[in-house]
């Protein structure tokens, strides 16, 4: 198992937990933090027993984007230099829509700039009642341009230019509301919920999860016609895969 400094990489119930853990800095994202991040998410990919994997934040914080003492730094920085920083966050956000596994945020307190990029690069989004979303980044003379590309497929264009643009802050029941998100629970039972959802998650076919995954990101670039046929495609595949034939012979044998 590999060591860490500003993640916490630990499995349960074949469940992978990658917790950022920066609480002093809101767990901002740095060159590091973005780093570690990919070789956990590879990690978790390559444990045969990890079924799903949970990205959550340590302290009061999911995450509060990009580490503003880095980004001063940036500044003085040649282009080539930006562009290896930049390119490691896009990275990221690509391995994370690559994994066969399903990524969950658990998000709690504020998710801020690239926090509410990381967030909604996970396949599925779970918040506290009590969470709040926001892209800063307009707020500083910036633009959350790695992020946008995630944020348009997740909503409708003016519902992105407006939180892209604007830098209003949303809660956890707007963010439901607008599909930002999945689901919202109590405080008291945030965790718990979490692990529960995960849980439930994990009992589901592998191979049907995987290929959902697949097929799903596969057809943004896609027109109407070149979906259809490749949900032909990925159709005969799944009624190959074992689970598929076994649940069939089992639900069958019950007649």
């Given at each position: 198992?590999a060591e860490?400094?500003?993640?916490?990489?630990?499995?349960?119930?074949n469940?992978?937990?990658?917790?950022?853990?920066?609480?002093?800095k809101?767990?901002?994202?740095?060159?590091?933090?973005?780093?570690?991040?990919?070789?956990?998410?590879?990690?978790?990919?390559?444990?045969?027993q990890?079924r799903?994997?949970?990205?959550r934040?340590?302290?009061?914080?999911?995450?509060?984007?990009?580490?503003?003492?880095?980004?001063?730094?940036?500044?003085?920085?040649?282009?080539?230099?930006?562009?290896?920083?930049?390119?490691?966050m896009?990275?990221?956000?690509?391995?994370?829509?690559?994994?066969?596994?399903?990524?969950?945020?658990?998000?709690?307190?504020r998710?801020?700039?690239?926090?509410?990029?990381?967030?909604?690069?996970?396949?599925?989004?779970?918040?506290?009642?009590?969470?709040?979303?926001?892209?800063?980044?307009?707020k500083i003379?910036?633009?959350?341009?790695?992020?946008?590309?995630i944020?348009?497929?997740?909503?409708?264009?003016?519902?992105?230019?407006?939180?892209?643009?604007?830098?209003?802050?949303?809660?956890?029941?707007?963010?439901?509301?607008?599909?930002?998100?999945?689901?919202?629970?109590?405080?008291t039972?945030?965790?718990?919920?979490?692990e529960?959802?995960?849980?439930?998650?994990?009992?589901?076919?592998?191979?049907?999860?995987?290929?959902?995954?697949?097929?799903?990101?596969?057809?943004?670039?896609?027109?109407?016609?070149?979906?259809?046929?490749?949900?032909?495609?990925?159709?005969?595949?799944?009624?190959?895969?074992?689970?598929?034939?076994?649940?069939?012979r089992?639900?069958?044998s019950?007649?």
């Open positions: 198992m860490y400094t500003d993640i916490i990489y630990e499995t349960k119930n469940v992978a937990f990658v917790t950022l853990n920066r609480p002093d809101r767990n901002a994202l740095n060159d590091r933090i973005i780093s570690e991040l990919r070789d956990a998410m590879v990690a978790a990919e390559a444990d045969d990890t799903v994997i949970i990205l934040g340590a302290g009061k914080d999911f995450c509060a984007g990009a580490d503003l003492a880095q980004l001063e730094k940036s500044a003085q920085a040649s282009i080539l230099e930006n562009l290896e920083g930049a390119s490691r896009a990275e990221l956000f690509l391995t994370m829509r690559r994994l066969k596994k399903p990524v969950i945020a658990a998000v709690h307190g998710a801020l700039a690239g926090g509410a990029g990381l967030a909604s690069a996970c396949d599925m989004v779970i918040a506290a009642r009590s969470a709040s979303f926001c892209y800063t980044e307009v003379g910036f633009v959350p341009a790695i992020v946008m590309s944020a348009r497929r997740n909503l409708g264009e003016k519902r992105a230019f407006e939180i892209l643009a604007t830098g209003k802050v949303f809660s956890a029941e707007e963010a439901a509301q607008i599909g930002f998100i999945n689901r919202v629970c109590d405080d039972d945030f965790e718990a919920e979490v529960k959802y995960a849980n439930e998650i994990a009992q589901l076919s592998a191979s049907a999860l995987m290929l959902t995954k697949y097929l799903l990101y596969q057809i943004d670039s896609m027109n109407f016609e070149q979906a259809i046929r490749a949900g032909v495609d990925l159709n005969i595949i799944a009624r190959q895969t074992p689970d598929c034939q076994n649940s069939i089992k639900f069958l019950k007649g």
